[in-house]
């Protein structure tokens, strides 16, 4: 009987964690769009930056960490985790109430991004993300990870709550439908024919001055009006004569 052979061990690729780095700005900015590509399609607000120029702005500011999680499968490694953090409330246009978390004396770590390959999705990378993060708190001093995810993005919602996340706040984004009309009529065809016998109609009924008007108006033969004859001069006055006044002594 012929001895099997051993089957051999797969080996799983190892995932690493690094800072990013400004020559990998281009090849993130395209891993985020292949990410978020189908979420943004469902959601109101955008789950990244809207723009390549402000991916590349968040780059240069100050207190914000942007970590690539990298697996070596064959020569180049491959990117299938991106996270974005900030230590403090970043930017003039963030509606982030920073009283709140410090009446409840909560010293947040803010996480602006996570996005994991759709590809590896299911294998551990964003438990792994999500420890990575805690661990920065930890380090760091922070109490809290907080993030915002739409409340429609059902499969998101599921992992952060399963990993012990709750929510803290309760804004939604609400709409109504508004019943409108358009400004303008619509296209209206004409009537065939010569003058619309409403219009005939209206104009023999003038009477008074407007009828005089009408009546007085030349007609187009290209030929001008003759002048108005000026009307008769009036009879002058006589010229009244005033007695002398007697002068008393």
Request: glycine share 6%.
């Amino acid at each position: 009987m012929a001895s099997r052979k051993p089957a051999l061990a797969v080996t799983e690729p190892t995932i690493r964690v690094r800072r990013i780095h400004r020559r990998d700005l281009n090849k993130v900015w395209e891993f985020l769009k292949r990410v978020f590509r189908s979420v943004n399609r469902e959601t109101v607000e955008y789950q990244r930056p809207r723009t390549k120029t402000r991916f590349l702005e968040i780059y240069e500011e100050e207190g914000i960490e942007q970590l690539l999680f990298e697996i070596h499968e064959g020569e180049a490694p491959v990117i299938v985790g991106y996270a974005e953090c900030a230590y403090e409330v970043i930017g003039s246009d963030n509606w982030i109430n920073e009283r709140y978390f410090e009446s409840r004396d909560m010293r947040p770590l803010f996480v602006e991004e996570i996005a994991i390959h759709p590809d590896f999705q299911g294998r551990g990378i964003g438990s792994f993300v999500i420890e990575q993060l805690e661990h920065l708190a930890r380090v760091r001093g922070c109490t809290h990870l907080v993030l915002e995810v739409a409340a429609n993005n059902r499969r998101a919602l599921q992992f952060y709550r399963a990993r012990s996340f709750s929510q803290i706040d309760a804004a939604i984004f609400l709409a109504k439908k508004v019943v409108s009309e358009p400004e303008l009529l619509p296209p209206r065809t004409l009537r065939s024919g010569g003058l619309d016998p409403g219009d005939a109609e209206g104009m023999s009924e003038a009477t008074g001055p407007e009828a005089q008007v009408l009546t007085d108006m030349p007609a187009e033969t290209g030929e001008s009006a003759p002048e108005p004859e000026p009307p008769p001069a009036l009879p002058a006055k006589p010229a009244r004569t005033r007695k002398p006044r007697s002068r008393r002594a």
